[in-house]
């Protein structure tokens, strides 16, 4: 089946750097790859998924690129703020049928 | 209310208790879903159910049982757990798309739970 690795497990930041999240994932059938934030005894939330027909996506401080070939994708956050400290995951699913793997998850910190 | 509302939001158990998880999807979705998040690790599926029918069970203990009368409404009945079940376990919803993929995910707020 298939397998998503995500790093780091941690990241910490100053407010306004940017912040860089990666996966890989095993499965070269795997074409839709979304990454959810789940903030402090919240829920996770979809912020930017990536389909594999493309190979970035962008929604003003957030994008996501997709690098097939090398079966790996990224999340970056630009003029991060203390409202991104969050975890964040990144999952990976192979059809519209199937179902999401997730990463094991980034604790982001961003400290003011 | 809207959403995916689940509750109790915490719960505290013993090893010998039964007890029940719910969740409820205010979101006209037809597929839900049972996750487990324990610290340190991804997320892990447990159950599936498209239109009320389960599509997945992901080699999870009998002491989980998923019950789903309808498309709005999850139940997980717990018994006779282990303290390693110690976890937050989240409902999510989807809609199945007409053309059969499964759209995006919503979730719960979770419910903590601690096994004594």
């Known amino acids: 089946g298939e397998n998503v690795e995500q790093h780091p497990s941690t990241l910490s930041v100053q407010e306004g750097d940017s912040a860089v999240i990666k996966c890989t994932y095993s499965?070269?059938?795997?074409?839709?790859f979304p990454w959810y934030k789940q903030e402090l005894g919240k829920r996770p939330q979809l912020i930017i998924d990536?389909?594999?027909?493309?190979g970035e996506k962008k929604d003003q401080r957030i994008a996501v690129t997709l690098n097939k070939t090398a079966k790996h994708f990224s999340l970056h956050i630009t003029e991060t703020q203390p409202e991104d400290s969050a975890v964040y995951f990144c999952?990976?699913?192979?059809?519209?049928?199937?179902?999401?793997?997730f990463g094991q998850g980034t604790i982001l910190t961003v400290h003011p | 209310e809207t959403g995916v509302t689940q509750t109790p939001r915490h719960l505290v158990m013993g090893m010998t208790n039964k007890k029940s998880l719910k969740c409820e999807q205010h979101l006209g979705h037809n597929a839900m879903y049972w996750y487990k998040q324990s610290a340190k690790k991804p997320l892990e599926l447990m159950f599936v159910?498209?239109?009320?029918?389960?599509?997945e069970n992901n080699s999870v203990p009998s002491r989980f049982s998923p019950e789903c009368p309808n498309s709005s409404h999850l139940f997980l009945h717990l018994h006779t757990l282990q303290p390693e079940d110690s976890a937050l376990y989240l409902c999510a919803s989807s809609r199945i798309q007409d053309s059969g993929g499964t759209g995006e995910l919503f979730f719960g707020e979770g419910s903590r739970l601690t096994v004594l």
């Open positions: 159910y498209n239109f009320k029918e389960q599509t």
């Open positions: 999952a990976a699913r192979r059809t519209s049928y199937g179902k999401l793997t």
């Open positions: 499965d070269s059938a795997s074409n839709y």
């Open positions: 990536i389909r594999s027909n493309v």
